[in-house]
């Protein structure tokens, strides 16, 4: 489910929103994908006898290419429709400082 | 560090891959995306935990997908697919028995302790449990450790540069260590796991066409079994001649289910800090523990994608594992030179490059943290502000980078310098796991006695090698031994542990919250938010064991 953007977003903190969804892994796991999936399936529609003949008979760029265009899509279907939740300035900050304070955690006590 | 059979041969300098401009496109293609995406996460990289854990933010199938993909190195696959060809499908017990059951006891028993104790690193686990001397112990093993088996791993990733494709081993050496210098400085471990997810999918999409097409042309995985009938019976049945005094190279069914099954890919698996550090990076205690046991269910299924194809090669490429031919190592390759057409072979070879970089992004990103929270945080420089670990964790990349380009070249230079380093630290692995072990379950084992399980169960280890090596004992392979020197090391390591707790005195409880068996820590985000049952971890790893035992079975009858 697409969440609407919550109204108090700051222009700084809807940019920051834009980058998280573009930087999230399933985009470019998508992206990647789908321009892999391109250039290996076009030599699989033109594939000749011999080519075929190689790969025991097999169409291997046709069912490889289209495979990946079938996961490339998968992956930029799912985070069109399940983007990460938009996060404020000040949550941002109170995460920064958790992971200041664990990053700093002193040896234990004894 | 890897969990494999011991592979020695290289490639055959007569194997060159023929690929075509748009083979040579989608490689680089595939690097562009990851420097891209050192680029895209340098903003997120804002504490200490950020470039070492990844924030502690990450969702289940990511840092599951990374687990797995941090161990199916190009070392694994290449190495399986030979030992396939070589030993035939007793290999799989490297998967079944050798990993899966781990895998899921790591996710089930043992990550609670890991996550909830905010443990930032193995290592740290023993600071607690223990005292420093263990710790220290095992920071300077994993240390070296990592950096050294980073270099192997550099030489072994450029003498594939320099065999299939014809770039020079210098220029190849320091070109990939670069550039996995650049995309760790930019984005830390958050990078590192990011590529090992993309990564994954396409090596399998670049292996998944090499099992269809040696499948088909052998006639199925029964019509290959039959026909390799004629090397002999344990090679198409794992168990066959496992029996004490059979002859199945892979040892006996006690070294097999304790010697491997228990202590060695225990002590892999749920201590090897290179595999823990992917999981500790999950969002919250939920994710953490189900990461090893998504990462089971493909472990499940690579030997179809490792092993089989490199038990088809034998009949379909001419003259391997021969004097003079093509050597067990090439099987994988080979089979792509020969199947593959244009574009799904430049994806199978970018899969294979880029399992190499990841095995070698995987040891350095364990390597910093460690170095940075362990011993400098601990021992050098304590209780300065965060950013000033980050600075010393970019540092410590930069520099363990270096020392892994000097050690390939000196691996280059010592052909079997490799297997020394492999067998060198695999003396340690064990004792390791046996002081984890014994702490997290046996609450009064001592402050000293951890170091003491270190120490002996090590020495067992070595001296169990030592005296086979010498002729003093005898076991029926290499394999063999490498198992019940795991055996009498836990042995020795746990006894040497009960005996040093005699007068060690216990920690007190207060000291132990979080650390040991009946006094853990829930992680507060998990608590009072029971996981839906699809999420339990319990029940996926249960059906991982059930997965692992059918194909046991499905092997056995085909």
């Known amino acids: 489910m697409a969440r609407a953007a919550k109204p108090e977003l700051t222009p700084e903190e809807a940019k920051n929103w ?9 985009s470019f796991i998508g992206a990647l994908l789908l321009i892999f999936g391109v250039l290996v399936i076009i030599p699989g529609i033109v594939a000749g006898k011999a080519t075929i003949d190689k790969s025991a008979g097999i169409n291997l760029s046709l069912w490889i290419g289209g495979l990946m265009l079938v996961m490339g899509a998968f992956f930029v279907t799912w985070i069109l429709l399940k983007p990460p939740p938009p996060v404020t300035t000040a949550e941002m900050e109170a995460a920064r400082k958790a992971r200041e304070e664990f990053g700093t955690q002193g040896p234990p006590t004894h | 560090m890897t969990l494999t059979v011991a592979v020695s041969e290289p490639l055959a300098a007569g194997l060159r891959l023929s690929l075509a401009p748009l083979d040579y496109t989608l490689l680089v293609i595939y690097f562009i995306f990851v420097i891209g995406i050192g680029f895209a996460l ?15 933010s990450l969702p289940s199938w990511i840092t599951g997908i990374a687990f797995i993909s941090a161990n199916l190195g190009a070392i694994e696959i290449l190495g399986m697919a030979a030992s396939g060809a070589q030993y035939g499908v007793s290999v799989v017990h490297y998967y079944w028995i050798g990993a899966v059951p781990a895998m899921v ?3 089930v028993v043992m990550m609670p302790f890991y996550y909830g104790s905010r443990v930032r690193s193995v290592p740290e686990y023993l600071l607690r449990r223990f005292d420093r001397k263990t710790h220290l112990v095992n920071a300077i093993i994993f240390v070296l450790a990592s ?4 270099g192997v791993n550099l030489f072994a990733l450029a003498a594939v540069l320099e065999s299939l494709l014809g770039i020079p081993l210098a220029i190849a050496i320091v070109a990939s260590a670069l550039f996995v210098l650049s995309y760790i400085l930019l984005g830390g471990l958050s990078s590192a796991i990011y590529n090992e997810v993309m990564q994954f999918f396409v090596i399998l999409l670049g292996l998944v066409p090499l099992i269809i097409v040696a499948l088909r042309e052998t006639g199925g995985i029964h019509g290959l079994f039959s026909k390799l009938a004629t090397q002999g019976t344990a090679f198409t049945h794992p168990w066959a001649g496992t029996g004490l005094g059979g002859h199945n190279p892979f040892g006996d069914w006690i070294g097999i289910v304790f010697g491997l099954g228990f ?19 999950a969002k919250d205690e939920a994710n953490a523990r189900l990461t090893p046991i998504i990462a089971a269910y493909p472990k499940a299924i690579i030997p179809f994608a490792t092993v089989i194809p490199g038990m088809a090669a034998i009949l379909l490429i001419p003259g391997l594992g021969t004097a003079g031919g093509l050597t067990f190592t090439d099987a994988i390759p080979a089979l792509m030179n020969k199947y593959l057409p244009v574009g799904v072979l430049g994806v199978a070879v970018t899969g294979l490059l880029a399992a190499f970089m990841a095995g070698m992004a995987a040891n350095v990103s364990s390597f910093n943290a460690v170095w940075t929270y362990d011993i400098w ?3 050098i420089r304590p209780g300065r502000p965060d950013s000033y670990y980050l600075r010393v964790g970019r540092i410590t990349t930069a520099v363990g980078v270096f020392i892994g380009i000097g050690t390939a070249f000196i691996a280059a230079g010592y052909n079997n310098i490799s297997n020394y380093f492999q067998a060198l630290f695999s003396f340690f692995n064990v004792p390791i796991f046996v002081a984890f072990i014994v702490g997290m379950f046996w609450r009064k084992a001592g402050r000293g006695s951890g170091f003491w399980g270190l120490i002996v169960g090590t020495a067992f280890s070595f001296g169990t090698w030592v005296l086979y090596k010498l002729g003093v004992i005898h076991f029926r392979s290499d394999i063999a031994e490498t198992q019940w020197g795991a055996i009498f090391g836990f042995l020795a390591g746990g006894l040497a542990m009960a005996i040093a707790t005699i007068w060690s005195k216990p920690k ?4 132990l919250k979080g650390l040991v068996w009946g006094h853990a820590v829930r992680d507060p985000e998990t608590v009072g938010k029971k996981p839906p049952r699809y999420k339990s971890p319990l029940l996926w790893g249960i059906g991982a064991l059930v997965l692992s035992a059918l194909l046991y079975v499905y092997i056995e009858v085909v």
């Open chain 1, 18 to 26: 834009r980058l998280a969804k573009l930087f999230d892994l399933r």
């Open chain 2, 42 to 56: 340098r903003r997120l990289v804002q504490t200490s935990t950020d470039f070492f854990l990844s924030g502690r």
């Open chain 2, 105 to 107: 006891f790591l996710g």
């Open chain 2, 147 to 150: 950096v050294l088996i980073a």
């Open chain 2, 263 to 281: 202590c060695l890919s225990f002590a892999y698996w749920t201590t090897n800090f290179a595999e823990v550090q992917r999981a500790m990076s």
């Open chain 2, 377 to 379: 945080q601990n021992y």
């Open chain 2, 508 to 511: 007190p409880i207060s000291e």
